[in-house]
């Protein structure tokens, strides 16, 4: 990929590097019957976050596995072991089919063709808006498998995995500066209180996870050279180390009250989409017409 001469060893990885990456061109190095070969993809736009879409996911067969407690899916009488074989007539051979074919109809009936112990019936089923999508709460489950780990060994899987989503937040930044990714992915309180409300209806292992995250994340922009917060100041202190002198307390003012406007601005754009992410549809439609 141009500019990532990274080696994706995992699915994880190939999604993010796709997610970030809607409506641009990506130079993709692929093997095929063992031989090397470049090809080009465009992601396209999806969701309101405006996520790259590349139509490439690992298999996993469009079952229902686990359904969100009062959802539309339970409503409908949809269970597990279910097999949704068709969305409005549209055939779903992976669940991923099930997500882009239900996501663009939020608040629409849609028709499912289901296969229970063998018998095919029919359900509609209207899914709900969350943030412009359309879910009716048969959740995502990938097949995994628990590990019981000691506590170093358990320690050392924490670093590694800190050190990969650091790794990935700062590539999401670095591609948010250059403009390779698009401001809507970012999510601000009423995103995240919205998502932290799926991560917990999801289970206590996804909620603690989240949490995690954040509190990385949140750490690592804490550290940023910006003025006003602390990798603020440290920069400050640094440059004052390499000058050798104190800089006056007026050029210490203006800087961070230019770093307070900053930071202003950011939260009035990341609100700006939060609150566009939760609009009706026909508003939100409206808006990006305009």
């Known amino acids: 990929m141009p500019g990532d001469r990274s080696l994706y060893l995992s699915w994880r990885d190939l999604d993010a590097a796709f997610l970030t ?34 139509g490439i ?19 409908a009488g949809l269970a597990p072991g279910d097999r949704i074989v068709s ?30 112990d063998g018998r095919p019936f029919t359900v509609d089923v209207v899914p709900q808006n969350e943030g412009g999508e359309g879910k009716i709460g048969v959740a995502l489950v990938f097949p995994t498998e628990v590990q019981r780990l000691g506590p170093v060994a358990a320690v050392a899987a924490s670093v590694t995995d800190c050190r990969r989503m650091t790794r990935e937040t700062f590539r999401v930044i670095g591609k948010l500066l250059t403009r390779r990714a698009s401001m809507r992915q970012v999510s601000g309180p009423i995103d995240i209180a919205r998502i932290s409300g799926e991560a917990a209806r999801s289970g206590f ?5 989240l949490m995690g995250l954040i ?3 949140l ?5 940023l050279p910006i003025p006003i917060l602390d990798g ?14 104190d800089l006056s307390i007026r050029v210490k003012e203006r800087i961070l009250e230019v770093g307070f406007v900053l930071l202003v601005l950011l939260m009035v754009v990341v609100l ?14 409206l808006i990006s017409k305009g």
């Not at 292992?205 to 996870?209: D, E, I, P, Q, S």
């Not at 920069?235 to 180390?241: G, P, R, V």
């Open 21 to 54: 990456a809607g409506g641009r061109e990506l130079d993709v190095t692929i093997e095929r019957h063992g031989a090397l070969r470049g090809v080009t993809v465009t992601p396209e736009k999806v969701t309101r976050y405006h996520f790259g879409y590349a």
């Open 57 to 75: 996911h690992p298999p996993l067969e469009p079952i229902v596995v686990q359904l969100v407690a009062g959802s539309p899916a339970v409503r």
């Open 87 to 116: 969305v409005n007539g549209e055939p779903v051979d992976q669940f991923w089919d099930l997500i882009r074919l239900i996501s663009p109809h939020p608040e629409e009936s849609v028709t499912l063709e289901v296969v229970r």
């Open 205 to 209: 292992h996804t909620l603690v996870w």
């Open 215 to 217: 509190s990385l994340q």
């Open 219 to 223: 750490g690592i922009f804490n550290l």
């Open 232 to 245: 603020g100041h440290l920069t400050i202190i640094a440059f004052e180390s390499t000058i050798r002198r």
């Open 272 to 285: 700006f989409n939060d609150i566009v992410k939760i609009l009706p549809e026909s508003v939100y439609r």
